[in-house]
């Protein structure tokens, strides 16, 4: 195995860019937790077996990192030295503010099924558009400060998404 202190990519050995093949990594999360596994180590004594552990979770932390595209494009901005600082970067393109405000005011006022249902195909389409731009911009050999803008953008979208998830399921009841 790889160093604990390998990057989630080289653990897995994968490419480090945004696309990435889930089947695969999957399997290799699978072949690695097995490896790792600290029952393989049971005859080996306790420190082995806490060194097993140690890996185990660094092999979890990595894969609930790579498999989802939000945390996977902050960790890839991360890595080229842009990291995404969201809890002190707020910066966003004014555009986008008019339509979270849009989208907000949309939520709040709409208490009709098919309208909601609308809201949430919109905010759906964003997210993918936003997903899609990610990874031209990080794969591309784009520009990884412009992905950190989108990175943050992604995080209010999935918030939003959430939002409207819960309304929708009320109005459904």
């Known amino acids: 195995m790889k160093s604990l202190q390998a990057n989630d990519f080289e653990l897995f050995g994968l490419p480090q860019q945004f696309a990435l093949d889930r089947a695969q990594l999957d399997e290799r999360w699978k ?39 939000l945390k996977r494009a902050a960790y890839l901005c991360e890595l080229r030295g842009q990291p995404v600082n969201a809890e002190s970067n707020t910066a966003m393109p004014p555009a986008f503010l008019v339509q979270q405000m849009q989208w907000r005011e949309s939520l709040e006022d709409t208490d009709e099924l098919g309208a909601m249902e609308g809201l949430a195909d919109e905010v759906a389409a964003e997210h993918q558009r936003v997903l899609l731009s990610l990874g031209q911009l990080l794969d591309g050999g784009g520009n990884p400060q412009a992905a950190v803008g989108l990175v943050r953008a992604l995080m209010f979208i999935e918030r939003f998404s959430d939002e409207v998830d819960t309304k929708l399921d009320r109005l459904q009841a």
């Open 31 to 69: 072949a690695l937790q097995r490896q790792a596994h600290p029952d393989r180590f049971a005859a080996d004594g306790a420190a082995a077996q806490r060194v097993a552990m140690q890996w185990s979770v660094r092999i979890n932390e990595a894969y609930q990192r790579l498999k989802n595209p």
